[in-house]
Nanobody, 126 residues
């Protein structure tokens, strides 16, 4: 069982930055691939980024690559998402989620994630 708690969303102007954090409970954090998924009002959940348990091979949705950076600190049981050059269309609730590393080939599919946080709101004003 893994419990996830996101934090440090907020309101930012277009072009600004935020760094989201997701703290995980449990002693097996490093055995999970971690992902970030977002959901804008009236839209389906959208994959953003994921990272292997070792911290290697970060993977990004094409539209976010170059602006967002995922990282993790296994000693702190925490995964981060650095959001740069934010646009109003990045406004969404951002969720972190955990998946078995067995599902890495399908890691962009939201259905592979077993555990989800409650989400943190990111609002980008124009």
């Amino acid at each position: 069982q893994v419990q996830l708690v996101e934090s440090w969303g907020g309101l930012v102007q277009a072009g600004g930055s935020l760094r989201l954090s997701c703290a995980a409970s449990g002693r097996t954090f490093s055995s999970y691939a971690m992902g970030w998924v977002r959901q804008a009002p009236g839209k389906e959940r959208e994959f953003v980024s994921a990272i292997r348990g070792s911290g290697e091979m970060p993977y990004y949705a094409a539209s976010m690559k170059g602006r967002f950076t995922i990282s993790r600190d296994n000693a702190k049981n925490t995964v981060y998402l650095q959001l740069n050059s934010l646009k109003p269309e990045d406004t969404a609730v951002y969720y972190c989620a955990a998946a078995s590393t067995l599902y890495w080939p399908q890691i962009s599919r939201t259905g592979v994630y077993d555990y989800w946080g409650q989400g943190t709101q990111v609002t980008v004003s124009s």
